[in-house]
């Protein structure tokens, strides 16, 4: 990671300065007065790329009178450029913003990295730095008054910085990975163990298996004979069934013929006596007589009849004459009452009808006449009616004569069909006789054949009659079949599952075989992934490269100490202790030595201590630009020569300049003016009322 730009937004003592390029600068030194804002610089960068600085709330790192800060870092990590944009709105419901973004050089912008969650993206951005922020700080980034960092953290610690530089934690996740293997491994052995076993005991019962084949063998059989038996038994009675069937049907033919041979001699017997009626001349002609003689009788009704039709029509035109003289008579005789009831009434001396002059006599005549009148009319209208009366009771028994005379007539046809049929029965009374005797012959040879028929149906059924007894007699039912059929079926599952179970047994001396080789191989794979896990742990392949580099990591700085303390100091690394038990264990111990031997890290000035820090820091910056997929080649130094006299700090702008061949950036942090004009690029920083502004120089 090298970084190119800087943009601060109400970060610290920064307000809004304009962005800060880093691009063309090797060397640079950051200068100016304490408290001026040199190492927010340095913070700005570590907050943008892990959120983390030296303060501990990201609150206090907003410049005060404001709510909200944003940084933004563009740096080059390998051939591509990216850009981390981190802003905080402060207070109580206080929210933060993180994104990542890469330039896109065939598009010409930037192109959005950013995950869904601020967790998730910068999981992103230590994924792509391959490096965290305490590994920065102990190594390419020497904090203001945490220059020591590295060298008093406890040995494990400076292990796993060392390792973390290293990118070993991948050995790590292979040491996970062999453990699971392991794990599953032990797990299958465990579980072909189990199954081995199972396997065992089933082979185990071989020769109970083979004696319970035997014995449901033998029952199957035995099963088998008596459904045979039976069903043979039940096929002979199927027969008897079969004939009684046959004979059943055949009494049934039977039957039917003789029922039809006696209807058909019952019918030719009622033929037979019609044909002898018609046969009969002397009755036939007693029966000729008695009609023309009927007939006879019926002439005088005839005469009768005709007579009494015409004296009922008389007497109805008479009743419709009566009664039409009295419906007439009404009209009529109303102007007279109403004439009478006029001069009744009057008293004037002229006649109040046609105005004629009218006395008293005169008034009293025409009275009485009019009464007279009215009482003729009224007695012409009863006498009238008693007459429609006395002519309508005439009609009515006239009316009741006429319909006996018709009754009795009506018969007049049916004798002279009946006269009709004699005559002809008489003209074929000898065709009839002979109709008769032919009949009889047919009566006579039907009668035989039933007679015939009886017989052979009577044959038939005690035949049928035996069979029936037969069939009841037998022992053996439906019921007995099924249950004889489902003793065999169980007994032929019996021996299917006896015979199942041996051959299970085959396949389970197979399924032996193939576990046994497969636990053999499984046992071989224990073995290696044991391998593995002591390979991969601390104790191995980790420990060896740590073995291999630390070499390394004390002679660059005991190269850079001896530069910086004209040989006095030197460092020394080991990896392993010896305990009080007398056993090695593993450990990273930093022994310091100068011309009077070994002593405590704390028995050394401060001067002495920091250049000993600063050539373990370097040589650890060294390793991580050289070995870690990081590729970080920037170097950070805050502060530092305070603690050195004019000669230390020569000699530690010296050793800068020395390694400035194994970054491409370093940038040094510094109040001291007299080293100012020690570095090539100088960012000058200063306060004004408007928040700390910087310049190159």
Request: aromatic residues 4%.
């Amino acid at each position: 990671m090298i970084p190119l730009e800087l943009e601060l937004v109400n970060f610290l003592a920064y307000r809004e300065p304009g962005p800060l390029r880093f691009e063309g600068m090797h060397i640079a030194c950051l200068a100016g007065p304490n408290g001026a804002g040199k190492s927010s610089i340095l913070d700005a960068i570590t907050w943008s790329l892990w959120g983390k600085a030296r303060s501990g709330s990201p609150d206090e790192l907003i410049h005060q009178g404001q709510t909200e800060m944003r940084v933004a870092l563009t740096f080059q990590q390998g051939p591509t450029r990216f850009r981390v944009q981190r802003q905080r709105r402060g207070g109580k419901r206080g929210q933060s913003m993180l994104e990542l973004q890469a330039w896109d050089p065939g598009q010409g912008a930037w192109r959005s990295l950013t995950e869904s969650s601020m967790r998730m993206t910068q999981e992103k951005i230590d994924a792509l730095l391959h490096l965290d922020y305490d590994t920065f700080v102990n190594s390419a980034f020497l904090m203001q008054g945490r220059a020591d960092e590295f060298t008093k953290k406890a040995p494990a610690q400076r292990k796993q910085v060392l390792a973390t530089i290293l990118g070993l934690e991948r050995w790590e996740t292979y040491e996970e990975r062999a453990k699971e293997r392991l794990a599953h491994t032990r797990a299958d052995i465990q579980r072909l163990e189990g199954r081995l076993l199972e396997i065992e005991r089933e082979l185990a019962q071989r020769e109970a298996y083979q004696s319970e084949l035997t014995e449901v063998e033998a029952a199957a059989q035995s099963s088998s004979q008596a459904l045979a038996a039976a069903e043979q038994q039940w096929a002979s009675l199927e027969q008897s069934r079969s004939q009684l069937v046959s004979l059943q049907r055949q009494i049934d033919d039977l039957t039917r013929r003789i029922n039809l041979r006696r209807r058909e001699i019952a019918e030719a017997q009622t033929e037979q006596q019609e044909a002898a009626l018609r046969a009969d001349q002397a009755a036939l002609q007693a029966a000729l007589t008695e009609v023309q003689a009927a007939l006879r009788e019926l002439d005088p009704l005839q005469q009768a009849l005709g007579q009494a039709s015409q004296l009922a029509l008389e007497l109805a035109s008479e009743a419709a004459r009566l009664k039409g003289v009295n419906q007439a008579m009404a009209p009529e005789t109303e102007p007279l009452k109403a004439r009478l009831v006029v001069l009744e009434q009057s008293s004037e001396p002229a006649c109040p009808t046609c105005g004629q002059p009218l006395s008293d006599d005169h008034r009293a005549r025409l009275l009485t006449e009019l009464l007279q009148e009215i009482d003729t009319r009224r007695s012409q209208y009863r006498n009238n009616q008693a007459r429609i009366r006395e002519v309508e009771a005439q009609a009515e028994s006239l009316n009741r004569q006429l319909a006996e005379l018709n009754e009795r007539l009506r018969e007049r046809s049916r004798l002279e069909k009946r006269l009709g049929e004699i005559e002809t029965a008489l003209k074929h009374a000898g065709e009839a006789a002979r109709q008769v005797a032919q009949l009889q012959v047919k009566i006579t040879r039907w009668q035989a054949d039933a007679d015939d028929d009886e017989k052979s149906r009577h044959g038939l059924e005690e035949q049928a009659e035996a069979a029936e007894q037969a069939l009841k007699a037998a022992a053996l039912t439906p019921s007995d079949i099924d249950r004889l059929r489902l003793d065999k079926r169980l007994a032929d599952e019996r021996v299917g599952g006896a015979r199942q179970k041996l051959a299970a047994l085959a396949s389970l001396e197979r399924q032996r075989a193939d576990r046994l080789a497969e636990r053999a191989d499984l046992t071989t794979d224990q073995g290696l992934y044991e391998d593995l896990r002591l390979a991969f742990s601390k104790q191995g392949v980790p420990a060896m490269i740590i073995e291999t580099v630390v070499p390394e990591i004390e002679e660059y700085a005991n190269e850079l100490l001896g530069r910086m303390t004209d040989g006095r100091l030197n460092v020394r690394i080991e990896t392993q202790r010896e305990i009080r038990t007398g056993e090695l264990r593993e450990a990273l111990d930093i022994i310091i030595s100068d011309e009077l031997g070994s002593r405590s890290y704390d028995l050394y000035s401060g001067g002495e201590a920091f250049r000993v820090n600063f050539a373990i820091r370097i040589a650890l910056s060294r390793l991580l630009a050289r070995r870690a997929g990081a590729q970080l080649r920037s170097l950070f130094i805050d502060e530092g020569f305070g603690t050195q006299d004019a000669s230390g700090r020569e000699h530690l702008v010296a050793a800068i300049n020395s390694i400035q061949d194994d970054f491409d950036r370093i940038l040094v942090i510094t109040h001291i003016d007299e080293l100012k004009d020690a570095f090539p690029v100088r960012i000058e920083v200063h306060k004004t009322p408007h928040g700390s502004e910087f310049s190159l120089s």
